[in-house]
């Protein structure tokens, strides 16, 4: 693309960036039976000696989230009042999507205690981001930063399709604590990543003309063509020649990454936690950086500008891009995952009906959001289970979400919602996502001479047993 198609999709990024964030599915924290509720707490473990994801249908994970603002609120009337939607905004706001592939995922028991899986997944992550200061320059003009300027960072979108080998392991203590670790080895296929530079402006207080300055990094990892001019600004971008084999197997840009957990039964609560995505992908192949290091100052329009506004336009325009020169060169970068910790409790109501509560919080570019999330979750003796939540998150009050698996002894099928009301009134929503897949149990079937689980549990899971009647189950 030429110099200036990548301002127009700098100013594309910067006008649509005010909207959204990205969730794991809150609905699967505490369904404990169905067993990628694993993925985001490895303490868990199985009911059954050893289960097999279905072969290319493990799991599945779509997730789509919006921290500012639904569709309707943007497009659903006459008018758009710019203004007051930018009032509503947070400090910084994000547009995210998400796409998780299973294709292989296990997990066994080694003895009463000890648990070891394994997931491959393909990971295609999205968030677009801007400052509320930033957009407020434009739906409410520059007086408001007469005199003290503006101060903020660029906007930006970052976006990466990864591979995830995680190994995990969780162990039992004497207390019947369960503590897990997953230990995961990344390979970064493709990525794009923006980092937050400074922008100032600064608006002088008798003219209101506005001088701006900033210096944009943006990193991108994939086969490109570039081509510059006499001067090494940037001319041209075309995408190199897609090759299937070489792009899916590459295994250069490495990382690593760790997720902790823990799961303590009581009577009547069962504390949980975690945290994920402690880690990094260092991206060497394929890499490019593009630059730029810019400065603006406009000053308004006269009455012979107005006179001719086609020929002021494109005057401003071509000014402008020619502020926008992005120089190019090879060059590798670290980046990082975004972290995410859950927190909460179950609290046992009946031999088979838990009520919970956790909050969830992940760190984005410019601040952490966290949403809280109630559930109600009951048990059938066979191994379903059915919840119901409502979660807060992301400014709307508008999520309940449903959560199931069919079977549990030989074949499991689960799906999960953190909004089902996303289906019914899509342009209302800021939250929308969909988890779903099948399981194979192996060793299930001996669990009709097991012994029957003490008050104490009220329906919990198999492992949260005391350990002398698990033993006595082996036997």
Known sequence: MTTKRLSILFLFIFFLAGSAYTQQSNSL????????????????????????GLPLLSSLHLNFNSTGFSYNDIAGGASVNFSSLVSQMHSWDYLSGEFHYTP??????????????????????????????????????????????????NPGLNGFYYREFSFGYSQQLQNEMLVGLHAKVLFGLAGVFTRRNPVNIEVDALTYNIDASWNPQIDAAYPLSVTTDAAGN????????????????????????????????????????????????????????????????????????????????????????????????PSSFVTFLNPKAYFGATYNLSQNLLAGAHLRAEWYPGRPVVGLTLSAIALANKGSSLALTYSVMNGSLRNVGAAF???????????????????????????????????????????????????????????????????????
């Not at 009301?421 to 149990?441: D, M, T």
Request: glycine share 8%; charged share 15%; proline share 5%.
């Open 29 to 52: 924290f505490f369904m404990h039976r169905i067993p990628q509720s694993n993925f985001i707490n490895p303490a868990v473990q199985i009911d059954c000696p050893f289960y097999v």
């Open 104 to 153: 292989v995922s296990f997990g066994f028991m080694y003895d009463n205690e000890r648990y070891f899986s394994f997931s491959w997944t393909e990971r295609v992550e999205s968030k677009m981001f801007v400052s509320k200061n930033l957009m407020s320059l434009f739906a409410d003009g520059n007086t408001q930063y007469v005199g003290g300027g503006l101060s903020t960072a």
């Open 234 to 329: 940037v001319t041209g971008v075309t995408a190199g020649q897609f090759s299937p084999l070489p792009f899916f197997l590459n295994f250069n840009n490495l990382g690593l990454a760790f997720d902790l957990g823990f799961v303590k039964p009581g009577d009547p609560i069962t504390w949980s936690g975690s945290v994920l995505d402690l880690g990094f992908i260092w991206w060497l192949k394929n890499t490019n950086r593009f630059e730029n290091d810019g400065h603006f100052v406009y000053r308004g329009a006269t009455p012979a500008d107005l006179a001719n506004p086609d020929d002021y336009v494109a005057m401003l325009a071509d000014s402008i891009n020619n502020q926008i020169q992005f120089s190019h060169a």
């Open 405 to 475: 698996n069919l079977g549990g002894k030989r074949f499991q099928f689960y799906m999960l919602s953190d909004n089902i009301l996303a289906a019914f009134y899509p342009e209302k929503a800021r939250n929308a996502n969909l988890r779903f897949g099948f399981n194979l149990f192996f060793g299930c079937t001996n669990k009709s001479r097991k012994p029957n689980a003490p008050p104490s549990m009220s329906g919990n899971c198999y492992w949260t047993w005391s350990l002398e009647q698990k033993r006595r189950k082996i036997k």
